[in-house]
């Protein structure tokens, strides 16, 4: 049986412990025997090479070094990493490293919360997208920094709300992505502000394909 961690927490705006639980019940119906953990000591006090997939759910706070760097090894030496929204593209916004096994990292919702955008599916036939269509969100619209090495499998469309940077035109900004970090494999959705976005069915079906996806 496949192992998975999840560690949740951080800001509480996002529902980490509710997004958490939505989560491990996706993987435990795809067969994983799941661990929640609410303290990032455990990423410390766990041999994380044991897991075939961690999630972060940790919208920013800090980490130490004692704790980042067995997640870093781990991911290197195979095992996936998989999450959503601010739990993954805005944890430990001071950690570099971090940010550059994730792919991205979050810098504005321009509108902040419902704002009403399309998500572009950019490849229907890659296994992450298979059968989904384009479909619109009413959430934050996440504006990232992002890895040009990341490959990018939903878009969406800047600018919906006001704001400055609008006058630099319009720009597709990746919304779900796939990477590696040595042996790892790396997956990334920016949806998911609170858990009844996270419920949304394309949303799931994002996530159960993307979870499933990253694990070793």
């Known amino acids: ?48 090479t044991q897991y075939d997939l961690i999630v972060p759910n940790w919208t920013q706070g800090t980490i130490e070094q004692e704790q980042l760097q067995p997640l870093l090894k781990a991911v290197e030496q195979g095992t996936g990493l998989a999450g959503l929204h601010g739990g993954m593209g805005d944890s430990f916004r ?4 971090y940010q550059f096994m994730v ?9 902040n919360d419902g704002v009403s955008y399309n998500v572009h599916i950019k490849d229907p036939d890659h296994p992450l997208t298979k ?6 969100v009413v959430s934050e619209q996440y504006y990232m920094h992002v890895d040009p090495a990341v490959h990018v ?7 919906v709300a006001e704001g400055a940077y609008q006058t630099n035109g319009e720009v597709d900004m990746p919304v779900v992505w796939t990477k590696k970090w040595g042996k790892g494999k790396v997956y990334y959705c920016g949806l998911g502000h609170v858990a009844e976005i996270v419920r949304m069915p394309q949303v799931m079906e994002l ?10």
């Open 103 to 111: 792919g991205g990292q979050w810098v504005a919702h321009p509108g």
């Open 153 to 159: 499998h939903a878009t969406t469309r800047f600018p």
């Open 94 to 97: 001071f950690e570099v490293d």
């Open 207 to 216: 996530m159960k394909n993307g979870l499933v996806w990253a694990s070793r």
């Open 1 to 48: 049986m496949k192992q998975a961690l999840i560690f949740q927490g951080g800001w509480q705006g996002h529902e980490p412990e509710e997004v958490a639980n939505i989560l491990g019940g996706i993987l435990e119906k795809e067969g994983f025997q799941v661990k929640i953990t609410d303290t990032l000591s455990t990423l410390q006090e766990d041999d994380l």
């Open 131 to 136: 059968d989904l269509e384009d479909f619109t």
